[in-house]
């Protein structure tokens, strides 16, 4: 265990196995995210169901990490702005898309 090789196959090992942790503890806070936009969306009587939301966040995680690494750079600091910031994005795209546009099918 204390040879370099060991050492640094153990470090991609780990590198590895947090990535994939973060990757799947992201899109459990976007299915989070996607079933409370959902609920909200069919409340508001709009015209989106549960597939294209996700789909849409899939993409919306974009800007809410960028944010979440680029605040604390300037000293601010915000819990859940990832959340947060996904949220709004999300529901502002489900309340001001125009609803005679056709919605794409998943």
Same mark, same amino acid.
């Given at each position: 265990?204390?040879?370099?090789?060991?050492?640094?196959?153990?470090?991609?090992?780990?590198?590895?196995?947090?990535?994939?942790? /973060?990757?799947?503890?992201? =899109?459990?806070?976007?299915?989070? %995210?996607? !079933?409370?936009? $959902?609920?909200? #969306?069919?409340?508001?009587?709009?015209?989106?169901?549960?597939?294209?939301?996700?789909?849409?966040?899939?993409?919306?995680t974009t800007l809410p990490t960028i944010l979440e690494i680029l605040l604390? /750079?300037?000293?601010?600091? =915000?819990?859940?702005?990832?959340? %947060?910031? !996904?949220?709004? $994005?999300?529901? #502002?795209?489900?309340?001001?898309?125009?609803?005679?546009?056709?919605?794409?099918?998943?």
């Open positions: 265990l204390s040879s370099p090789s060991s050492v640094f196959a153990i470090s991609i090992a780990f590198a590895f196995a947090l990535f994939i942790g /973060l990757m799947f503890a992201r =899109l459990f806070s976007l299915l989070f %995210v996607s !079933l409370m936009v $959902f609920a909200v #969306a069919t409340i508001g009587k709009q015209k989106w169901n549960f597939g294209q939301l996700f789909v849409m966040g899939l993409y919306a604390p /750079l300037f000293g601010i600091i =915000l819990p859940r702005v990832f959340l %947060v910031a !996904l949220l709004a $994005f999300m529901l #502002a795209v489900v309340f001001t898309k125009d609803s005679n546009q056709p919605v794409a099918k998943v």
